[in-house]
Nanobody
Framework: QVQLVESGGGLVQPGESLRLSCAAS????????MGWYRQAPGKQRELVASITGNSITNYADSVKDRFTISQDNAKNTVYLQMNSLKPEDTAVYYCKAPTTTGSYWGQGTQVTVSS
């Protein structure tokens, strides 16, 4: 099994930045890639960004040029640097890890962008 723990969420004003962290533990070697998803109230969960083991990244169009996903393999941690935050970025952000035995999710961290 894989355990994922997110951190770094909070309340910020529009235009400000946040960095989310997702620390993985357990069967790390079984992880294919890591991804950040978000779910706003009344909306479906959506992919924000993903990164493979060899650091190939993918972003949703709505966050390109504002968000950056990265990983520190020594710490088994994936980061999501979020700049120029907008009110529409408000959501619960989840970390996901597809593995050889299934996909695992973290518990989520709330990001609220409001003036």
């Amino acid at each position: 099994q894989v355990q994922l723990v997110e951190s770094g969420g909070g309340l910020v004003q529009p235009g400000e930045s946040l960095r989310l962290s997702c620390a993985a533990s357990g069967r790390i070697s079984s992880i294919y890639s890591m991804g950040w998803y978000r779910q706003a109230p009344g909306k479906q969960r959506e992919l924000v960004a993903s990164i493979t083991g060899n650091s190939i990244t993918n972003y949703a169009d709505s966050v390109k040029d504002r968000f950056t996903i990265s990983q520190d393999n020594a710490k088994n941690t994936v980061y999501l640097q979020m700049n120029s935050l907008k009110p529409e970025d408000t959501a619960v952000y989840y970390c996901k890890a597809p593995t050889t035995t299934g996909s695992y999710w973290g518990q989520g961290t709330q990001v609220t962008v409001s003036s």
